[in-house]
């Protein structure tokens, strides 16, 4: 287990097509969180999990976003009819509940790019 | 509603000049506050945290509750530490925000030979 996974690295997709991403959260954390990060921005809270339970919603996760983490293992992040504002930078990291914000280790990415 | 606030979007210093990256927050109650940092083509990664005191890499932060800061300094900045960074805030245990974390945009510093 070398950390928090997420696939693809890079997605280019027209708009108006439905994407989905992959996260794989370090084995033994229990919380998983989902984020989206703009040019010149820091990242922005989307969703979070507790094992399979999706805990919260941000209002930026409009009714075109759904996320689910089957099992409480990995976790899908699904954009439906993606828009030109959809291109950023998402963001997964993971933790031990016990440990809170001190454990969180962030994945490397998904860009996405809406043509 | 909680913020957080960094100020100068790019900071410049020469190698071995002091560094202070600055961090404003709005809270209601006392949060949990965060430096995290992005190097070239790397992950965000977990720099350092107010609550355990640390020192990391030489970088120290202190929470000052009542002007609602946690600048990021440093004594001699190295060339190493050119990188994106950012400040962070979560809530306590138990609150609804624990865990979950709001992001300031970010500094980038760049540190000149």
């Known amino acids: 287990d070398t950390g928090v996974s997420q696939n693809p690295r890079h997605k280019i997709t027209k708009r108006g097509q439905n994407v989905t991403f992959r996260c794989d959260p370090i084995s033994e954390h229990n919380r998983l969180y989902w984020y989206r990060q703009t040019l010149g921005q820091g990242p922005e809270f989307l969703t979070y999990?507790?094992?399979?339970?999706?805990?919260?919603k941000s209002r930026l996760l409009s009714d075109r976003f759904s996320a689910e983490r089957p099992k409480g293992s990995f976790s899908t992040l699904e954009i439906q009819r993606t828009e030109q504002g959809d291109s950023a930078m998402y963001l997964c990291?993971?933790?031990?509940?016990?440990?809170?914000?001190?454990?969180?280790?962030f994945g490397s990415g998904t860009r996405l790019t809406v043509v | 509603a909680q913020r957080v606030t960094q100020p100068e979007k790019l900071l410049s210093v020469f190698k071995g000049a002091p560094v202070e990256l600055k961090c404003n927050y709005s809270y209601s109650g006392s949060p949990e506050l965060f430096w995290y940092v992005q190097y070239s083509r790397q992950r965000l990664q977990l720099l350092l945290r107010?609550?355990s005191r640390e020192s990391i890499k030489g970088f120290t932060a202190d929470l000052n509750k009542g002007e609602t800061s946690f600048h990021l300094k440093k004594p001699f900045a190295q060339e190493e530490d050119s990188a994106m960074y950012y400040c962070?805030?979560?809530?306590?245990?138990?609150?609804?925000?624990?865990?979950?974390?709001?992001f300031g945009q970010g500094t980038i510093l760049t540190v000149h030979p």
């Open positions: 962070a805030l979560s809530g306590v245990p138990g609150g609804t925000s624990y865990g979950k974390l709001t």
């Open positions: 999990f507790q094992n399979e339970a999706q805990l919260e």
């Open positions: 990291a993971s933790s031990d509940q016990d440990r809170g914000s001190y454990g969180y280790t």
């Open positions: 107010h609550i």
